[in-house]
């Protein structure tokens, strides 16, 4: 199966910067769409950007809309989240995953990813 392993995260201050990356080892990467999520303690994960197989589309929650970039080269089957001018509110677990899909369609729901990583942590000190 699609095996995805994010990498990246650490300690950072408020309004500072962190890119997190996702490899995927499946050849076939530049098929499937990206997605990010991230889930904090006690809290239900929620949506944060995705990327469709071209790197043509992309979507963003509302809450890191301006802040965070996604983005991905599929040649080198990774794919990234450029996160900036972070907030406490941003920590939490960063998960990246992925879904076969048109370049069309770009889901944004949990369910509707077949493949995860193992996740990431950020924290953002005050």
């Known amino acids: 199966q699609v095996q995805l392993v994010e990498s990246g995260g650490g300690l950072v201050q408020a309004g500072g910067s962190l890119r997190l990356s996702c490899v995927v080892s499946?050849?076939?990467?530049?098929?499937?769409?990206m997605g990010w999520f991230r889930q904090a303690p006690e809290k239900e994960r929620e949506f944060v950007a995705a990327v469709s197989w071209s790197g043509r589309r992309t979507l963003y929650a509302d809450s890191v809309k301006g802040r965070f970039t996604i983005s991905r080269d599929n040649a080198k089957n990774t794919g990234y989240l450029q996160m900036s001018l972070l907030k406490p509110e941003d920590t939490a677990v960063y998960y990246c995953?992925?879904?076969?899909?048109?370049?069309?369609?770009?889901?944004?729901?949990?369910?509707?990813?077949?493949?995860w990583g193992q996740g990431t942590q950020v924290t953002v000190s005050s």
């Open positions: 499946e050849r076939t990467f530049n098929s499937y769409t």
């Open positions: 995953s992925a879904v076969w899909t048109t370049d069309l369609t770009i889901p944004s729901d949990s369910y509707e990813y077949d493949y």
